[in-house]
């Protein structure tokens, strides 16, 4: 992993705003589709090895299901949420979308990406 931290840190709006993005308004840059393009492949021609997958699968140990659940409840609350030090509108529509996709894309560092990949292929194929 990447620096010892796991980058999937999405919550069930954000991956329903991926979801959106995808199907509906078909931006470039979607992180599932950018991680299939960058580094499934690799995952797939050396894939993590069980014990690594063990690890990952057990998100209540990890930290992953509390960093989720942090931004899922800030989310909820209203409180703004930054991205780049600045704050992001509510998911509500096409335009708010487009604000959210172009400071995650800062984040889609190719580590980064790699380290959702392993997530990805850990929790789809063990």
Not at 13 to 36: C, M, P, Q, T, W
Not at 85 to 99: C, E, G, M, Q, Y
Request: proline residues 6%; glycine residues 4%; contains cysteine.
């Amino acid at each position: 992993m990447a620096k010892g931290k796991l980058f999937f840190w999405y919550g069930p709006r954000v991956l329903a705003a991926h979801k959106i993005n995808y199907s509906k308004y078909n931006y470039e840059g979607d992180f599932f589709l950018k991680i299939y393009e960058t580094s499934w492949q690799e995952i797939l021609g050396n894939p993590p090895e069980a014990t690594t997958c063990v690890c990952l699968r057990d998100t209540r140990a990890n930290g992953i299901k509390a960093a989720v659940e942090w931004v899922a409840k800030h989310y909820e609350t209203g409180t703004p949420i930054t991205l780049l030090n600045r704050p992001i509108p509510k998911l509500t529509d096409a335009h708010a979308w487009s604000v959210w996709k172009q400071r995650l894309l800062h984040y889609y560092t190719p580590a980064a990406l790699h380290d959702a990949a392993v997530y990805l292929y850990c929790a789809t194929h063990h």
